[in-house]
């Protein structure tokens, strides 16, 4: 049985940091992938970054600017995406994702394990 732990989220203000980590138990050795997926208020759930349990990763055109960055620690199952220079729309709850393939998407349907979600608020 696969679970997610998600952790990390909090009240930041504009221009802070956040550290989300998501542990996922229970997912078979080798190819896996972890996301991580925002939601706003009214707004459609979309995808933020993802890993590979190879390290191949899928970051939102944001990405570019150097702002967030996703890493792997594959001998605890763990994924940690580090935000940068928070802006308001970055505000959302923010949910872990994880799929048993080696396969990073920004579709919640390539996506069969699902964590609780972690709120993420910024205030300018």
């Known amino acids: 049985d696969v679970q997610l732990q998600a952790s990390g989220g909090g009240l930041v203000q504009a221009g802070g940091s956040l550290r989300l980590s998501c542990g996922a138990s229970g997912l078979p050795r080798g190819d896996y992938a972890i996301a991580w997926f925002r939601q706003a208020p009214g707004k459609e759930r979309e995808g933020v970054a993802c890993i590979t349990s190879g390290g191949g990763k899928a970051l939102r055109g944001d990405a570019v600017e150097g702002r967030n960055a996703i890493h792997i620690d594959n001998a605890k199952n763990t994924a940690t995406l580090q935000m940068t220079s928070l802006r308001s729309e970055d505000t959302g709850t923010y949910y872990c994702?994880?799929?048993?393939?080696?396969?990073?998407?920004?579709?919640?349907?390539?996506?069969?394990?699902w964590g609780k979600g972690t709120q993420v608020t910024v205030s300018s």
């Open positions: 994702a994880a799929t048993t393939r080696r396969l990073c998407a920004p579709d919640v349907t390539r996506f069969q394990y």
